[in-house]
Every structure is written in structure tokens, then in C-alpha cells.
């Protein structure tokens, strides 16, 4: 059986093919380009996903060397994400899916993330850390089902990251930047919130930037002490759920791990406990459609063609 995965829930538009083996035959994107200084505005990206689908659907097959007569299904990331952005994916897959007469199967984002992962690192069952823009999570299958054992109880970690590149004019995506800038840094005191299995970083971010336009820290100093203790604050909800369920697994997924410190200080700690630590390759790190063609072809909603914008995977 084939799926052609669509994806559609932030900056990228992104068609990716791939069998029941898990073969994957193509992972084309399009990716909106913020302005300057500028994160996502929800309707030019949901324009931008417009006037992409059919170019990058196409560049898909071709890709893989397939006829839209091949594809048995077609899966679409039904949520969450941004409800514009969502709805051009759907839109999209709608029409594809009545004109070739080829079933629809919703996807939940997050848990493509973790499914691709499993996919591609040989997992069996781990804690997953899945951290991205909006969704900084802590997930693991606990009686066959996913189920959130802690997450962030503001902004994701890709959110708070770029929200402190924005404040200190180092534009968007930050994430990469501060990496590249913390590696001159030192240690300063910011602070570090976990709250039992959850975590807050608006306050950690809120701190940063005073340090850093208002008290004269050094920029590679500030960047290098908000990773340590963001990244610190990960490690210590994941190690906790990896105790509590005592799984020997940790995957790291999401955009944000593609970031070697983050990869790192996880792998360390697995270190320490005897477990193993598996990272997401990093070309499957962020968004695309490769992890929802597949995670289709696992199982996900037929028939309910709405999108879910606040879909929780423990709601899977």
C-alpha cells in the first residue's frame, strides 16, 4: 500500500510518498519565508501553501517515479496547527481525493513527528521528546495509547526561541542562530522553571532578553545560558517520565532536535540511566510530508474531513 502525505500545519507545504515498509519515495517542500523580523502571519502562509500544492504534489511523483493511479491513500495533517495553514492543505487534499477517487486519512501532526522517528531510528516504545515551534511535549503509548506526561504550560521552545531572537534583532528562525552564536558563551544565572512534569519558559525568555538589552550581558553569554537551562529543563521531565513508565528509550523529534546541544545533554542523561537515546534525522526533524504519509498508513481518521487545529494526541 502507498500514501501520499500531505502537510500543511505551519511554514511548510510539504508532499512526501511512502509505502507499508516504509520505503520513502519522494519529501519535496515549500517552505513560506517570513519577512524580516517578522514571524508567521497565518494568512500569507495559508496563501503561500495555495499557490504551492499543486507544483510541489506534482514534484512529488515525479519524484518517485509514480502516477497519482498508484497512490492507494492520501493523508493530511488534520491538526494542530494554524487553522489557515490548515485549511489549504485540506482544501487541496479534498480535491485531489474527489477528482482521483482515492480515500482521505487524517493525521495528527505531532504524533507524525514520533512516528517517523520510530520509523527511521528503530525505537520500540520510547518516551518521545517532541519540541517544535508550538508544542513542547513529553509523550509516551501507555496502554496503547499516546499520552501526554508533561509539556509546556506557556510557549513551545521553538516559540520561546524565536520570540527572544525577534526581541534581540537576530530574526527568524532563531533557533539555528542562537546555536551558532552560544557556542562563544558563558554561564549566567536565568531562570528555571519546571512545575512537577511541566515546564514555563515565557519567564526564562522574558529574562534573557532584559539580560541582554537592558543589563549589557554579552549576546553569545545570554544565548549559551538560555539553551543550558531550557534544554536542562527537558532533560529533567524527560528523565522523570523515563523512571516513572521505566522505559529504556528516549527519542527526540520536532524541529528543535535538530539541535546538537539539545541532543547532547538528552544523550547524557540517557547515558547515565543505561538507556538508549535515539534523535530524529535531521532532514526529518521539522515538518514534512514523508511523516504523514506514513503515519496514515498506521491508522488515523477516515471520513472526518474537518480540521482540529487544538488536537491533542492524547485525544488520538
Known amino acids: 500500500m502507498i500514501s501520499i502525505g500531505i502537510e500543511s500545519t505551519a511554514h511548510t507545504f510539504g508532499v512526501g510518498i511512502v509505502d507499508d515498509k516504509g520505503k520513502i519515495y519522494s519529501d519535496v517542500r515549500a517552505v513560506y519565508k517570513a519577512p524580516e523580523g517578522w514571524g508567521l502571519k497565518p494568512a500569507e502562509v495559508a496563501e503561500h501553501h495555495r499557490k504551492a500544492c499543486e507544483n510541489t504534489f506534482g514534484k512529488a511523483l515525479l519524484e518517485a ?4 493511479t498508484d497512490i ?10 494554524l487553522p489557515p495553514c490548515l485549511s489549504a492543505g485540506l482544501e487541496f487534499a479534498k480535491q485531489v481525493s474527489r477528482v482521483s477517487k482515492i480515500p482521505l486519512v487524517g493525521v495528527n501532526h505531532c504524533i507524525a513527528h514520533i512516528e517517523i522517528g520510530n520509523l527511521l531510528c528503530g525505537c520500540k516504545g520510547p518516551v518521545a521528546v517532541f519540541t517544535s515551534g508550538a508544542n513542547t511535549q513529553i509523550i509516551s503509548k501507555v496502554e496503547g495509547r499516546h499520552s501526554v506526561l508533561g509539556e509546556t504550560q506557556d510557549i513551545g521552545l521553538g516559540n520561546a526561541l524565536d520570540k527572544f531572537g525577534r526581541a534581540v534583532g537576530i530574526g527568524f528562525p532563531a533557533g539555528p542562530k542562537i ?3 552560544a557556542k562563544g ?4 544565572p536565568l ?9 514555563a519558559f515565557a519567564g526564562l525568555v522574558t529574562e534573557a ?3 541582554a538589552k537592558h543589563k549589557g550581558k554579552k549576546l553569545e553569554d545570554v544565548c549559551y545560558s538560555l539553551q543550558e537551562i531550557a534544554f536542562a529543563m527537558v532533560a529533567e521531565v524527560a528523565e522523570r517520565a523515563m523512571a516513572h513508565l521505566d522505559k529504556e528509550e528516549l527519542l527526540l523529534t520536532g524541529g528543535v532536535a535538530a539541535n546538537s546541544r539539545l541532543q547532547e545533554m538528552l544523550s547524557i542523561m540517557c547515558s547515565e540511566r543505561g538507556a538508549k537515546f535515539f534523535a530524529c534525522p535531521k532532514k526529518y ?3 514534512n510530508g514523508a511523516m504523514i504519509a506514513w503515519t496514515g498508513l498506521l491508522g488515523g481518521n477516515r471520513g472526518e474531513i474537518e480540521i482540529k487545529p487544538r488536537w491533542r494526541v492524547d485525544e488520538f
Do not use: H
Open 72 to 81: 492507494d491513500i492520501i493523508s493530511f495533517s488534520q491538526g494542530p496547527g
Open 191 to 199: 531562570p528555571y522553571t519546571v512545575k512537577g512534569m511541566d515546564l
Open 209 to 211: 532578553e532584559r539580560q
Open 65 to 68: 517515479g509514480l502516477k497519482i
Open 179 to 181: 546555536e551558532e552564536i
Open 185 to 188: 558563551g558563558s554561564y549566567i
Open 285 to 287: 526533524c521539522g515538518d
